[in-house]
């Protein structure tokens, strides 16, 4: 089955213990992204990847780290987490389609999500 | 810049009716794209459906319908004969030819009430 797999689904951390949110994909895609959802805010990128060992800042990446060392995997690393991070995180994967000339993402296929709480 | 408005914070209508979700995208680009998604209380985010600039066609699928009118920048998403099960949260985005990040609105949420 294709799928984007996050682990964990929920984590509780305490400030400054550095933590890794898992991010893997099954389809062979070249894009990948991390996402935080918080209420009324929807859906912010963080990072992204084009392709392996390729990754670019989004909207708020900071207090954050990725890496791309395989295409299936992306993990989001939290190097001294803060309470101010408290979200819930998706991980999300595509690939790249051509269309009368242009070039562009396929629909996002997103991981179940992970609940991140820092007190 | 770019920029997707989702003016409708929440709505909520009773089972049975029809209801219509504004996206209005803004963009000097010719050639985009528009997504709709959605998520339902268990959280997942779920595709809906993509259009491209240069299909202006209206799209039904089931009790789902799409109207897209670059006229006016928008893209509105209707339910029709709305059961409970379409309570969720929907994100309208937008993305570009240029690159291939998604501008997200803020995200509606829809409560169907039996």
């Known amino acids: 089955e294709a799928q984007v797999t996050q682990n964990p689904r929920y984590l509780i951390t305490v400030t400054g213990k550095k933590l890794t949110v898992t991010c893997s994909q099954n389809m062979n895609h070249e894009y990948m992204s991390w996402y935080r959802q918080d209420p009324g805010l929807g859906l912010r990128q963080i990072y992204y990847s084009m392709n392996v060992e390729v990754t670019d800042k989004g909207d708020v990446p900071e207090g954050y780290k990725v890496s791309r060392k395989e295409k299936r995997n992306f993990p989001l690393i939290l190097e001294s987490p803060s309470p101010n991070q408290t979200s819930l995180y998706f991980c999300a994967s595509s690939f790249f389609q051509q269309d009368r000339g242009s070039s562009y993402n396929s629909p996002l296929h997103f991981g179940n999500g992970t609940r991140l709480t820092v007190t | 810049a770019q920029k997707v408005t989702q003016a409708q914070t929440e709505i909520s209508v009773v089972e049975k009716e029809d209801v219509t979700l504004d996206c209005v995208y803004e963009?000097?680009?010719?050639?985009?794209?528009l997504f709709w998604y959605k998520q339902p209380p268990s959280g997942e985010l779920v595709f809906l459906i993509r259009r491209n600039s240069f299909d202006e066609q209206n799209e039904i699928s089931g009790r789902y319908s799409w109207n897209f009118q670059k006229s006016t920048s928008s893209f509105n998403f209707t339910i029709t004969a709305s059961q409970v099960v379409d309570s969720a949260v929907y994100f309208c985005a937008l993305s570009l030819d240029s690159n291939y990040q998604l501008i997200w609105g803020a995200g509606t949420k829809l409560i169907i009430k039996p």
């Open positions: 963009t000097r680009d010719t050639t985009y794209y």
